[in-house]
């Protein structure tokens, strides 16, 4: 199903010139139809938002400081989010923001049953990072932004990536495999895991896990370069599309 998403972003507390890269990033989970950004924007630091803001048509809310010291921009978002919570009109939210203030609003959409994504740069606090299903570092989308604009993958580029499994940190493949265990440990077998299950998996248990912080573009791909791991490209109903299956090879 393709999620209607509610896109509701601190201008305070995220860098200007990402926009773009957010929402390219947002149309693998989903379509925005709303798009809110909070702000003061009578304020010259955020001045320079409005650009970026018709390219990509989302929609300015003007936010006044009223009190130094507090910051007004969360209470207005977190307000917004509940109300667009009992319309019943979004599948799920997409808080773009850095700053641990949306924590709590982050569980509670979650107890509604709402799916939500965060997306902040890597300075952003563990506890709001651990209340997302899937959180998403501003500096990957950037980079991989920048990749795509640079040039399209070579054999080399592949070559270097092989390599890069070397570099891995042990707590990855620890995590792969202790995820891969556990996931047999219920469903028995031979020791083969669905992909995709295993994905799920991950994020559940790290929801800022994502293959492009160690130089990969997907799960398999990063996966099929550790020697740990056998991947199996298993037949579906469609003679044209394979299921990718992975066991752990030391179990």
Known sequence: MNKRLAVLIDADNVP????YGIMQELAIYGTPTIKRIYGDWTSPNIAGW??????????????????????????????DAMDILYTKNVDGFVLVSSDSDFTRLAIRLREAGMTVIGIGEKKTPAPF????????????????????????????DQEKKSKRSDRLPKSVVKLIAESISDITGITGGEGFVYMGELGNLLLKKKPDFDCRSY????LSSLIKSIDRFEVDFRPSGDPNIKHPYVRDKEA
């Open 215 to 218: 130089g990969f573009k997907s």
């Open 129 to 156: 990072i651990a209340a997302c299903e899937k959180f998403i570092y501003i500096e990957l989308i950037n980079k991989h932004i920048a990749e795509r604009a640079a040039h399209a993958e070579t054999p080399a």
């Open 16 to 19: 200007r010139g990402t926009l």
């Open 50 to 79: 409005k650009t970026s803001l018709l390219e990509n048509a989302v929609t300015p809310v003007q936010q006044y400081s009223y009190t130094t010291g507090k910051n007004s921009t969360d209470s207005a978002m977190i307000i």
